[in-house]
């Protein structure tokens, strides 16, 4: 099993930047590729950035490549999103998920943690 704490949200204005963090239990983590999602209100939530377990390979939506960057420390088990240049519409509920262990991460991972609000104002 392995249980996921986000967090980091909060209110920014446009522009500005936020780091959001992701504390995992177990001692898998550094197995596992991880990733994070977002869900805006009304919307199906989407994918934003996946990282290998090495942290080696990343990959990112179209919509945040260049503004976000996902990294990983595996001895504080622990996954990060720098978001920076926010926009509103990155306002969202964001989601940290983790994948079985030689898995990738996808919408259908089993691993989710509780979200974190974040709140980008005009």
């Known amino acids: 099993q392995v249980q996921l704490v986000e967090s980091g949200g909060g209110l920014v204005q446009a522009g500005g930047s936020l780091k959001l963090s992701c504390a995992a239990s177990g001692r898998t983590f550094s197995s596992r590729a991880m990733g994070w999602f977002r869900q805006a209100p009304g919307k199906e939530r989407e994918f934003v950035a996946r990282i290998s377990w090495s942290g080696g390979s990343t990959a990112y939506a179209d919509s945040v490549k260049g503004r976000f960057t996902i990294s990983r420390d595996n001895a504080k088990n622990t996954v990060y999103l720098q978001m920076n240049s926010l926009k509103p519409e990155d306002t969202a509920v964001y989601y940290c998920?983790?994948?079985?262990?030689?898995?990738?991460?996808?919408?259908?991972?089993?691993?989710w943690g509780q979200g974190t609000q974040v709140t980008v104002s005009s």
């Open positions: 998920a983790a994948s079985r262990s030689g898995e990738i991460v996808t919408l259908k991972s089993d691993y």
